[in-house]
């Protein structure tokens, strides 16, 4: 007999395991503790490797309000550059923006479309025993009840309670990013450009590692935020509001921004990154997405890496569901094989960017330079042709070759 599988949670990831394991013939049933449309702290950007995804599981990229974005205009220290998302093999050279709160309904829909039963405004515990879910406890306006899933997918997000009762934890000598957003009405929302600034400064006029972003939206509104990463002194001590405040004060002209209170009440959250957290598979649950910590540090992605995630998962646990007892193990040396160069390159990275000096000399002489900005934003999105030559001693040997100009 097949096994049942529950995926806690509907964000991306939720959404992409369910909607895989459905198409691959899996009994599976989503739980997600909100409503669709849901709101969800982020900057709406998705990426050619989210756009691949979205591709790959039937999106209706026509039908719906998306508004696509050709690439990336970024800004530092007085300068300016504009770079077109590059051409790849793999993914197409197209971004786009939508909200997110119509973004994951619409794939948990597609999910359900499959064969997925989709539960919505129903939250999970887990009910563990001996290293194993043995039951999960499923709470809504109905009351409570217990279901005994053979199998459970846990897409719970950045704080990932669920993760953690089932005993996975955050590396603390990891990074960790913390990020804000508002939306904003703006003329120019039809831009097709995103657009960064790779300076940004705490109210002391300090240099701090992360960047502020205006993703325009397409519909008359802009998403403005800002994110920063945990590897600077004092950074727990950081606002990230006030940085907020202070981006949005000094937008470019081209936005026309003249409102000081954004449109909506700016809201926050967590980065966890890297592949922080473990163990990702127990005994007969795996974890993906933010609460495996899925985020990629050199650019704060995460919606790409939770369909990434969820999508490689599914197919673990579709073989466990049809009786493989030792394949959820796969999932975990898949994760290590598919990230485990890069993210360890991400982390020197954004361990050196915690360094003001640094940061402050990778802008701007990036933005001197069309080549290295062009091939810093293929590494930072994840874009480098699995044929070009290897990374991680490009990073290193670019890296050196900035720090050491900037401090000459
Ligand atoms: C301010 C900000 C800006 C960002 N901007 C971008 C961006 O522009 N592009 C990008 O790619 N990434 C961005 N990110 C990251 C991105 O939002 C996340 O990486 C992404 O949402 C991860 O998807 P997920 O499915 O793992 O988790 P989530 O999207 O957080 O989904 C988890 C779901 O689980 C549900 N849930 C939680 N607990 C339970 C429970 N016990 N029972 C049932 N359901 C539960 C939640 O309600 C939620 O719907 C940003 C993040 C922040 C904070």
Redesign the pocket.
């Known amino acids: 007999m097949t096994k049942t599988v529950l995926v806690?949670?509907?964000?991306?990831?939720?959404a992409a395991a369910a909607f895989w394991l459905a198409r691959n013939g899996v009994e599976v049933h989503l739980?997600?503790?909100?409503r669709y449309p849901?709101e969800?702290?982020?900057?709406?950007?998705?990426?050619p490797r989210?756009i691949r995804e979205l591709l790959d599981m039937g999106f209706d990229f026509d039908g719906l309000d998306l508004h696509r974005i050709e690439g990336l205009r970024a800004y530092a220290g007085g300068l300016k550059m504009e770079m077109p998302w590059p051409e790849h093999s793999a993914y197409p050279n197209w971004g786009a923006t939508m909200r997110?709160a119509d973004l994951?309904g619409v794939v948990a829909g597609m999910a359900e479309k499959h064969g997925a039963t989709i539960e919505q405004g129903?939250?999970?515990?887990p009910i563990v025993a001996d290293d194993t879910i043995t039951g999960v406890r499923l709470t809504n306006d109905e009351g409570a009840r217990v279901v005994h899933p053979d199998l459970v997918i846990i897409?719970?997000?950045?704080n990932s309670?669920?993760g953690r009762n089932v005993g996975a934890s955050r590396r603390k000598d990891y990074p960790f990013g913390l990020?804000?957003?508002a939306y904003y009405e703006s003329p120019h929302s039809d831009d097709r450009f995103i657009e960064s600034q790779l300076d940004i400064r705490d109210a002391e006029g300090r240099a701090m590692p992360g960047y502020g972003w205006v993703?325009p939206l397409g519909d008359g509104e802009i998403n403005v935020?800002a994110?920063l990463i945990s590897t600077f002194k004092g950074w727990k001590d950081i606002n990230t509001s006030r940085i907020l405040d202070a981006y949005i004060a000094s937008l470019p002209d081209h936005w026309k921004v003249t409102e000081v209170t954004p449109h909506t009440k700016p809201i926050?959250?967590?980065?966890p990154m890297s592949l922080s957290v473990g163990p990702k598979v127990g005994r007969n649950w795996v974890i993906?997405?933010?609460?495996s910590g899925a985020?990629n540090p050199f650019n704060?992605?995460?919606?790409?890496?939770?369909y990434e995630t969820g999508r490689m998962a599914a197919r673990w646990v579709a073989e466990a569901a049809a009786g493989d007892d030792e394949a959820l193990a796969g999932y975990s040396r898949e994760l290590e094989d598919v990230y485990g160069d890069y993210h360890r390159v991400a982390r020197v990275f954004v361990k050196a960017i915690g360094n003001p000096v640094v940061m402050r000399t990778l802008t701007t002489v990036g933005l001197r330079s069309r080549p290295l900005m062009e091939w810093t934003l293929k590494v930072m999105a994840n874009l480098l042709d699995p044929d070009e030559a290897k990374m991680s001693e490009h990073v290193y040997t670019a890296i050196e070759r900035v720090v050491n100009v900037g401090s000459r």
């Open positions: 806690v949670g509907g964000g991306p990831g939720g739980v997600e503790k909100k849901r969800k702290a982020c900057g709406d950007g998705l990426t989210a997110r994951d129903t939250t999970a515990a897409a719970d997000g950045s309670r669920f990020a804000v957003r993703f935020g994110g926050g959250g967590k980065l993906i997405g933010d609460a985020v704060g992605e995460g919606i790409d890496y939770a």
